[in-house]
């Protein structure tokens, strides 16, 4: 059953805590595919977003995936202790938080991941979002296969202008 009257919007990490929204395209006629990452603080600011091109790419779990490691490579090089990954592809969300072995063509890349958050940081949580939540990602992923060149990625120390209100529309209006 879906509840209607869930709020569906980006919610900003507790204090000292910093939440790494990803999310991967894929379009299935050409195998190719984009991955976007986007780190924010406490007040939703952007401290960093990533965004690439997947030249060769066998499914979205796969772009989905690729950009969730992507998003703790990034945490884990500047220094993040408490992070918290948001991902809107349920599947990854359960394989990134099951203790049991994975046996899926993405096992590579999921225990590489389950490792960064276990040696690299001492508070790390993944929990799933609703689409709606991970726009700011969505858009890094699109652009990343829609604009990059094949294979190339970018990271930005600042929001990119073609986010920039997706980032400011989606903090809570409540906060004073």
Not at 50 to 61: F, Q
Not at 168 to 173: A, F, I, K, N, V
Request: charged share 20%.
């Amino acid at each position: 059953e879906i509840l209607s009257n869930v709020r569906h919007c980006w919610r900003p990490p507790p204090p000292e805590c910093y939440k790494i929204n990803t999310d991967g395209a894929f379009d299935p006629n050409t195998r190719t595919g984009g991955w976007g990452f986007v780190v924010r603080n406490t007040k939703g600011e952007v401290l960093m977003a990533g965004a690439g091109n997947i030249c060769r790419v066998g499914s979205a779990l796969q772009a989905e995936t690729i950009a969730a490691l992507r998003g703790v490579q990034q945490a884990a090089w500047m220094g993040m202790q408490q992070i918290i990954l948001e991902t809107d592809a349920s599947v990854l969300a359960s394989a990134l938080t099951s203790a049991g072995i994975d046996r899926s063509p993405m096992s590579c890349l999921v225990y590489r991941i389950r490792d960064i958050m276990r040696s690299e940081f001492s508070s790390c949580s993944v929990s799933f979002c609703n689409r709606n939540c991970n726009k700011v990602a969505d858009t890094l992923a699109a652009f990343g296969m829609g604009v990059l060149n094949s294979g190339s990625d970018m990271l930005m120390s600042q929001v990119p202008i073609f986010v920039s209100e997706l980032v400011s529309g989606d903090l809570p209006r409540n906060e004073a």
